[in-house]
Nanobody, 123 residues
Framework: VQLQASGGGLVQDGGSLRLSCAAS????????VGWFRQAPGKEREFVAT????????SYADSVKDRFTISRVNSESTVYLQMNSLQPEDTAVYYC?????????????????WGQGTQVTVSS
């Protein structure tokens, strides 16, 4: 499956963005999807994940209650709604997919990755 992440940009502290992860090439509904991010000089970290049916989701503590992951299988797209953005959310955001029912917080378990989209939050 090929993944295309988009929706990043520059936003002020407290603002919102919605990232999209569009999939093509295989049956998207067979894949759980995760969002990860990597800030300059830091390791890639887990952000959120959603199971292939759309009702199993999990979040990093740092984004819980601010970010919401969702999916529309008919559109082969997963969304990450990000509210109350903070400067520490600045990073390149990646979406990834694995052919299982449920997602994972471990990046090594994902087989397919998108190219990343930059999110910059100014203070």
């Amino acid at each position: 499956v090929q993944l295309q992440a988009s929706g990043g940009g520059l936003v002020q502290d407290g603002g919102s963005l919605r990232l999209s992860c569009a999939a093509s090439g295989r049956t998207f509904r067979d894949y759980a999807v995760g969002w990860f991010r990597q800030a300059p000089g830091k390791e890639r970290e887990f952000v959120a994940t959603i199971g292939r049916r759309g009702y199993d989701s999990s979040y990093a503590d740092s984004v819980k209650d601010r970010f919401t992951i969702s999916r529309v299988n008919s559109e082969s797209t997963v969304y990450l709604q990000m509210n109350s953005l903070q400067p520490e959310d600045t990073a390149v955001y990646y979406c990834a997919a694995k052919k299982t029912m449920f997602g994972s917080r471990r990046s090594a378990e994902y087989d397919f990755w998108g190219q990343g989209t930059q999110v910059t939050v100014s203070s």
